[in-house]
């Protein structure tokens, strides 16, 4: 089945930078878009950046700069570099993936049990 699993988050003064991973399992995964997604709770869960099948990536205007998406098919693991944190960029990080070329939806079929960043 398919499994997506985070890691990579942390606690880190604004300015500083983390690097999430997320490995993959279950799928043929260079069939599949994948995207990162951010919530605070209370809030709507947020698309932050995602990356389709060929390779395109689409940043939300709040990391754009800031953040670089990146995939390693041969580790089936998809990355995302921050930088410049902020504590706005405070969240519970989660990765998603489906069968599509463009993760451009929310309603994605499969999600990671989520990672946390603290900005501070």
């Known amino acids: 089945h398919v499994q997506l699993v985070e890691s990579g988050g942390g606690s880190v003064q604004a300015g500083g930078s983390l690097r999430l991973s997320c490995v993959a399992s279950?799928?043929?995964?260079?069939?599949?878009?994948m995207a990162w997604f951010r919530q605070v709770p209370g809030r709507e869960r947020e698309g932050v950046v995602s990356i389709s099948t060929d390779g395109i990536s689409t940043y939300a205007d709040s990391v754009k700069g800031r953040f670089t998406i990146s995939k390693d098919n041969a580790a089936n693991t998809l990355y995302l570099q921050m930088n410049r944190l902020k504590p706005e960029d405070t969240a519970m990080y989660y990765c998603?993936?489906?069968?599509?070329?463009?993760?451009?939806?929310?309603?994605?079929?499969?999600w990671g049990q989520g990672t946390q960043v603290t900005v501070s």
């Open positions: 998603a993936a489906d069968f599509l070329q463009y993760c451009n939806t929310a309603h994605l079929g499969y």
């Open positions: 279950g799928y043929r995964y260079a069939s599949y878009c």
